[in-house]
């Protein structure tokens, strides 16, 4: 059973940047696709960026020129790099993987941007 742990949040001000990672205890290359989402209080839930194997890169419109998804398989991580942070970019980040038709997730980072 693969199992993700998403770490990196925090309270950061408003201009400034935060790294989450989301760590898989079994193999991220063997992900087809790493997506991260955030829920905002009291919104649903909205997908931010997600990395496939193979193909292009996806970013929501309202982080794109701000946030960075990368992969290092050395590590076993997905990173989620998020700089120029706004109020609105509060929320639990979390991340989800796919192995075919399977999807794999954790229990999410919770990140506040605010003065």
């Known amino acids: 059973q693969v199992q993700l742990v998403e770490s990196g949040g925090g309270l950061v001000q408003p201009g400034g940047s935060l790294r989450l990672g989301c760590s898989a205890s079994?193999?991220?290359?063997?992900?087809?696709?790493v997506v991260w989402e955030r829920q905002a209080p009291g919104k649903q839930r909205e997908f931010v960026a997600g990395?496939?194997?193979?193909?292009?890169?996806a970013y929501a419109d309202s982080v794109k020129g701000r946030f960075t998804i990368s992969r290092d398989t050395a590590k076993n991580t997905v990173y989620l790099q998020m700089n120029s942070l706004k109020s609105e970019d509060t929320g639990v980040y979390s991340c989800?993987?796919?192995?075919?038709?399977?999807?794999?997730w954790g229990q999410g980072t919770q990140v506040t941007v605010s003065s």
């Open positions: 989800t993987g796919y192995i075919g038709s399977r999807s794999y």
């Open positions: 079994g193999s991220m290359a063997s992900m087809n696709l």
């Open positions: 990395i496939p194997n193979t193909g292009s890169i």
